[in-house]
């Protein structure tokens, strides 16, 4: 294991927990704007806690969703970082981390989350969904990599 590994996922992870509430802003906005009926996230904490028989307050299922997005955010942040500190992805670091967030999007909206039940593939889902949280993963993606690859020096 690299001596470095430890300090990229710590670095990955704040770095997601920050993408989040980036993404979380876009998410919001378009729910308030109407063009997301139950933001995805809680949607999908909502059906998972469904599934397993349980029905807690709102308060709580708000709560859960929370947390389970802002974990999921900071967990793919260090994945982020641990490939990003070993592979060096090319380019400047808000397009690489683009390209992580739209395939974030496309493994979970297009993967997971159809399967679950939780929400529909993307070719069937609600068009304003679909185009948020394509946007919101691209910030997500952009704000990550900008924060990650602060740090290191240029690709060469």
Do not use: C, N
Not at 27 to 44: E, H, N, S
Not at 127 to 147: C, E, K, N, Q, S
């Amino acid at each position: 294991m690299s001596s470095q590994l430890p300090s990229d996922l710590r670095r990955g992870a704040g770095a997601g927990l920050a993408a989040t509430v980036a993404m979380s802003a876009v998410i919001l906005a378009a729910d308030k704007l109407g063009a997301t009926p139950q933001p995805p996230p809680q949607r999908i904490t909502d059906h998972l806690l469904h599934r397993a028989g349980s029905r807690p307050p709102k308060m709580w299922r708000r709560a859960l969703g929370t947390a389970a997005h802002v974990g999921f955010g900071a967990g793919a942040g260090a994945a982020y970082a641990a490939v990003q500190g070993r592979a060096r992805l090319p380019g400047p670091p808000a397009a690489s981390g683009v390209g992580y967030g739209l395939g974030v999007w496309a493994a979970s909206y297009a993967g997971w989350i159809p399967a679950l039940g939780a929400l529909p593939p993307p070719d069937e889902d609600l068009p304003g969904r679909v185009r948020t949280m394509v946007i919101a993963h691209i910030v997500y993606g952009a704000v990550l990599g900008a924060l990650v690859g602060r740090d290191r020096s240029p690709v060469a």
